[in-house]
């Protein structure tokens, strides 16, 4: 079946560092790739989607580039700051399911420290 | 425009009781999802609404839970006989049924602590 895998966390970086989170996707067809970020208390939101292979998806200084080759959407940001401390959280949608169901990675929670 | 919202926020309750959620989305929004995140995990889907019809619900949602959107607005997301395992953060999310997945608008979510 479909699914979504995330690097392992916590990460750890000090602020100004270079970040890369690791994500990997099976899917049957072509499915729209997310990255979703959740605060502390706060509900999931949508930081950037690429819809089909080779899109680059870009927000906030965070970008991702779909790559249908090596089944991976990896979430990058040049200069990390304290307040991009959150998990964030790599999804699909299911090609195959005209609901639009997200299946979502487990996590990865980033910590940025001063 | 307030976006999604749920209520309440936390909730403590004993095994065995019954417990509700409710979820107010975006007015203009067809589509209403319930997600399940247990500690350390991604949001794992439930079921859906596209107005008040239920359209698909998730092998995840036992005999225990009924989610109902009786008037294509407001959904409830009821467990009977709650049991530990039932712990999680109960998320809802709405959408504009055309943007297959990239429209769509997540609460703050419920936190169900069952002791």
């Known amino acids: 079946g479909n699914s979504v895998t995330q690097m392992e966390g916590p990460v750890t970086l000090s602020e100004e560092a270079f970040l890369t989170i690791n994500c990997t996707y099976t899917a049957t067809g072509y499915p729209s790739l997310f990255w979703y970020v959740q605060y502390p208390g706060e509900g999931l939101q949508l930081l950037l989607k690429?819809?089909?292979?080779?899109d680059k998806g870009s927000n906030k200084g965070f970008e991702a580039t779909y790559r249908k080759e090596t089944t991976s959407f990896h979430l990058e940001k040049g200069s990390v700051q304290v307040s991009d401390s959150a998990v964030y959280f790599c999804a699909l949608s299911d090609p195959g399911n005209q609901g639009g169901k997200l299946i979502f990675g487990q996590g990865t929670e980033l910590s940025v420290k001063p | 425009d307030t976006g999604v919202s749920q209520d309440p926020r936390h909730k403590i309750t004993k095994r065995g009781q019954n417990v509700t959620f409710r979820c107010d989305p975006i007015s203009e929004h067809n589509r209403l999802y319930w997600y399940r995140q247990t500690l350390g995990q991604g949001p794992e889907f439930l079921t859906y609404f596209q107005n008040e019809a239920q359209l698909e619900k998730s092998r995840l949602l036992s005999d225990r839970f009924s989610a109902e959107r009786p008037k294509g607005s407001f959904s409830t997301l009821e467990i009977q006989r709650t049991e530990q395992g039932d712990s999680a953060m109960y998320l809802c999310a709405s959408g504009v049924g055309t943007l297959k997945g990239y429209g769509y608008t997540f609460g703050s979510g419920t936190r169900l602590t069952v002791v």
């Open positions: 690429a819809t089909k292979a080779d």
